[in-house]
DNA sequence: GCCAACGTTGGC
DNA sequence: GCCAACGTTGGC
């Protein structure tokens, strides 16, 4: 079993959104490098939900992948703003898993806090410059996050 | 709103 | 295949 981290601006897509719906497309991811971590999930992974530009950013709960990855279908409609021109149905470019829910919690675990944690070094979440919206995820550091900072 | 970091595009 | 220009992400 492996561990993710799924990040979302909570005016597009919060977890209250993710809560409501119960699983949801991971759709609209247009990065080679987060598609291919999609490619990767296998159902029941566990992921972190991490709302960023907001205030503050940080891990809002928690969520589980609930498919394998399949065609985002948000490429070949368009009037979506994800829209890819490039894109056929027999040679889809992207690809998404679903999700659902598991956990919001309480308060949203800041940013601010993950990077002073010294039992979170190296976590990827915290490096500079790291904008990757599908991250992969030690599992020392989803439980710890999950367990002691929750 | 700024800007650093990073990815993508396209001319050569 | 290099690399400058450009676009995007996302914390601050």
Redesign the pocket.
């Known amino acids: 079993m492996n561990y993710w981290v799924l ?1 979302s601006e909570p005016t597009a897509y919060s977890i209250d959104d993710l809560k409501r719906d119960k699983r949801t497309a991971w759709e609209g991811v247009r ?3 987060a598609r291919n971590f999609m490619k990767d999930m296998a159902v029941g992974d566990l992921v972190l939900f991490y709302h ?2 907001t205030e503050p ?1 940080g891990v809002a709960g928690v969520a589980k992948v609930a498919s394998l990855a399949h065609p985002d279908e948000s490429q070949f409609n368009k009037r979506d703003h994800h829209f890819d021109p490039k894109a056929t149905a027999e040679k889809p470019i992207w690809h998404c898993v679903d999700v659902s829910f598991v956990h919001k919690f309480k308060e949203p675990i800041p ?2 806090a993950i990077k002073a944690d010294p039992n979170l070094r190296g976590i990827l979440l915290a490096a ?2 790291s ?3 599908v991250q992969p995820l030690a599992e020392k550091h989803f439980k710890y996050i999950v367990d002691e900072l929750a």
């Open positions: 990040k990065n080679y490098q960023s530009s950013v940013l601010g500079q410059g904008r990757l919206s």
